[in-house]
């Protein structure tokens, strides 16, 4: 089948057990009476029945003032959503937002609590891949002093909001995912530790994991393929914003770049860069490392620009690593009807010269950065 790269080592995780706001853990349906009856006898508490908000459904909550309370972890919400202002707006409006995260990152800036995190040596945990592959995180090193793994600080709060989570190992957390999640019920740490991971779904503790699924049959009998309808991106090329603008990552930083741009790797990259065909460049009277303006219908943000054949004429490309570029302020809110994923790769947007008079301090002094990177 088709197997899709996730954008982070743990996604596939995070979504089995039940982060994603519309499923229980192993994708379990929330109306299921049966799994809300043994929930209430394992836990001794009733199985939330209303489902959560999506990301973009919170921002929308947090304006129109539903939403008072906000505990992100690991997550740079202020750098890597899209719309930013419309973003910025949202997390101005929370009444109380905690951040608990590695670094002090763009969105701990609008937090009323920043909780420090635990990097993943300094926690035991498991991580599943993309061929479902369940595998144990070990720890290497403690963390500094005070600082607890967030599945520790979760229990801590829990408690004090009246609901004990008297767990003492992340095993002990595995138990209970085992015990309430068919396709998860033959995984223990103990199992783990034997093997070389085990490959969901593994319903028995006898079971050796599933490499292939639907060898025999698929859950629902034969397979049956939909065409999709193709629906048009949120945003095209107009005389107004005549390029299409697509954003990603680079080989040398790591998604926000809240980790790389602690490193040496710093000295390879240290400014995100707007790619466009040479075509375009010589139409616009550009000149390869100009500093330009690239505006959208939702905001604008100043990057060097760089004469590039991998991309199409009439198209850019950029990523998004250093908060300073704001590159996701240009970006829109479209997202798809079902999965609320946003249209990070199809942006309007035009290209401008800057004229040193329009400048203000802080950017001329990010502009000088940026030239500086480009020569050295």
Known sequence: GINPLRGQNNVQGASDVGCRPTYFAGYQSLDDPKLASLHQTITGRPLPARRGMKTPDMWEAAIAGRLKGLWIIGYDVAQTDPN????????????????????????????????????????????????????????????????????????????????????????????????????????????????????????????????LMHQETFPKGKARFVAVEYLPPGESASQEYPFVLTTGRILQHYNCGAQTRRTDILELVDTDVLEMHPADLAGLHLCDGEIVRVVSAQGEALLPVVRSERVLRGHLFTSFHFPASTVNALLSSSADESSKCPEYKVSAVRVESIQRDELDPEDEAELRHMRHQLIT
């Open 84 to 211: 930013l202002k419309k973003v910025h707006e949202a997390l101005k409006q929370v009444e109380f937002l905690v951040v608990q995260d590695l670094f002090l990152n763009e969105t701990a800036k609008f937090a009323k609590l920043v909780l420090p995190g635990a990097s993943f040596l300094e926690k035991d945990g498991t991580f599943t891949n993309l061929e479902r592959r369940i595998q144990r995180i070990r720890k290497v090193v403690e963390p500094p002093n005070g600082i607890l793994p967030e599945w520790r600080v979760v229990c801590e709060v829990s408690a004090r909001m009246g609901y004990p989570m008297p767990y003492l190992h992340p095993s002990e957390i595995m138990d209970e995912i085992a015990a309430l999640t068919p396709m998860f019920s033959g995984v223990s740490y103990d199992r783990l530790e034997s093997h070389a991971g085990l490959q969901w779904p593994v319903p028995t503790v006898r079971h050796e994991g599933t490499g």
